[in-house]
């Protein structure tokens, strides 16, 4: 019955994610060269219960840095209704899933934001970050956003790589933006009807 609550209130509160689910449905899976069931890698979306797990990934992915802790998340959860919480699972054997790989923000008005694109490091350099990013851009797609923005700091090369691959550019520097006092460069992606990822 808790189940069923949960899942209620989502959707009536979730409304993006509701909106999202036909293209979830029938997004495609990832799956690695080896062809095995276990390196294949599927979307869903987050229910409440999922959260303590998506601190643990932002915590390896982060390399222990947290962003946001459990409490950040609950909040955002319960109360920010244009948020999207979308996870990267692994097959495993017996149908088991293992959480690998998160893009998480909303979708206002007349733009999407990604506050989280995380993969874990064990899972690193086999193109699931593309897999998750080109998901969201689809999505805003879908939604019919105009744009795309995010933070990424300005030391995490391999991150402003992906994101500069897809077509964002450099909007301005955010200095102090993170705790330790490293400033965030704001990215921005104008999204066009036509283009394909």
Known sequence: MKDILNTLMNRTFHKQMVKLEPLMVHYP????????????????????????????????????????DLV??????????????IL???????NKRKLVGMVIGR????RSHISHLVVA???????LGSYLLEFWLKSSLYLNKNEVTLE????N???QQLYFKYGFKIQHIKN??????????????????????
Not at 30 to 58: C, G, H, Y
Not at 121 to 127: I, K, V
Not at 152 to 155: G, I, L
């Open 29 to 68: 899976a990832f799956q690695t060269e080896d062809s095995s069931e276990a390196s294949r890698f599927v979307l869903r979306f987050a229910r409440k219960e999922d959260l303590p797990n998506i601190v643990e990934l932002e915590r390896k992915g982060y390399d222990g840095y947290l962003a946001w």
């Open 72 to 85: 950040d998340f609950s909040r955002d959860w319960n109360r920010n209704r244009y948020g999207v919480y």
């Open 88 to 94: 990267l699972e692994k097959k495993g054997d017996e």
């Open 107 to 110: 979708f206002v008005m007349n």
């Open 121 to 127: 490091p064990d899972c690193h350099s086999q193109g």
């Open 152 to 155: 990424v700091r300005e030391s």
């Open 157 to 159: 090369f391999k991150a």
């Open 176 to 197: 102090d933006y993170y705790d330790n006092g490293e400033a965030a460069l704001y990215l921005k992606k104008l999204l066009g009807f036509e283009e394909g990822f």
